[in-house]
């Protein structure tokens, strides 16, 4: 027997697709597939508009479904925002620890690491806006997830540096969080220059400064 993946129903036993605003019809999708979609287009009016100036209105348009639909996944615009913050989050941890592990190589790692982020700050979909722009970084749930991305790059590095230094915990942490601030700082100045300086030559620029400052620190065997 081939089992199909569950769609959305409502309470009534209908599905709740309805026409969106213009009359085009959103296809029926698996949850995971439209939880996926309404994100998509979250990010996509979250990021034009902000978070106080979005409206659950003009998400479900973009995304072509009901206004229940979307509040069937996301009971409201912050639980919404705050699940487009962690998919954004987990996107660049990835992107950076996937960096960080790619070789042994401490030079590449730190050209690696660099161009990650960089890369993802340069991103055409602008996802970094929600995680370095937000109007809502006072919010506790927003900030204690924004700590937490900060706390587990820097200490994927600071893990590093103490491998191949045998520097205390407490030194190889603060040289952790120092090279994530110049990679966070930088990439996001960078962005300020309106494309006025390669973004490669960016990237290399901010490589050079920190493999020049932590080489220094020799490598224990």
Same mark, same amino acid.
């Given at each position: 027997?081939?089992?199909?993946a ?10 709740? &697709? #309805? !026409? ?19 994100? /998509? ?5 979250? %990021? #034009?508009?902000?978070?106080h100036? /979005?409206?659950? +209105?003009?998400?479900?348009? *973009? #995304? ?31 992107? $950076? ?7 042994? +190589? ?7 690491v ?10 055409? +979909? ?7 722009e ?11 997830? $924004?700590?937490?991305?900060?706390? *587990?790059?820097?200490?994927? %590095? /600071?893990?590093?540096?103490? &491998? +191949? *230094? ?22 996001r ?5 309106d ?22 620190? !020799?490598?224990? *065997?």
């Amino acid at each position: 027997m081939v089992h199909q993946a569950p769609v959305e129903r409502s309470h009534a036993g209908k599905s709740p &697709e #309805a !026409p969106a605003r213009g009359g085009q019809r959103s296809a029926r999708l698996p949850r995971d597939e439209r939880r996926a979609q309404l994100l /998509a287009a979250a990010q996509e009016v979250f %990021v #034009a508009n902000g978070y106080h100036g /979005a409206a659950m +209105d003009e998400i479900a348009e *973009t #995304a072509h479904v009901s206004k229940p639909v979307l509040y069937q996944h996301f009971p409201s615009k912050r639980e919404l925002y705050i699940a487009l913050l962690e998919s954004q989050l987990s996107k660049l941890t990835d992107l $950076l620890l996937g960096a960080l592990n790619s070789t042994t +190589d401490n030079d590449e790692r730190v050209q690696a690491v660099m161009r990650a982020y960089f890369h993802f700050i340069a991103s055409d +979909d602008q996802a970094h806006r929600l995680v370095f722009e937000s109007d809502l970084v006072n919010d506790p749930d927003v900030s204690a997830r $924004l700590e937490t991305f900060n706390k *587990t790059f820097a200490d994927a %590095v /600071a893990r590093v540096i103490a &491998e +191949d *230094t045998k520097l205390p915990e407490l030194e190889s942490q603060l040289l952790g969080r120092g090279l994530a601030g110049l990679a966070h700082v930088s990439a996001r100045y960078w962005l300020e220059t309106d494309g006025n300086l390669d973004l490669d030559v960016a990237s290399d620029l901010i490589y050079r400064l920190a493999w020049r400052g932590i080489s220094r620190f !020799p490598k224990e *065997t």
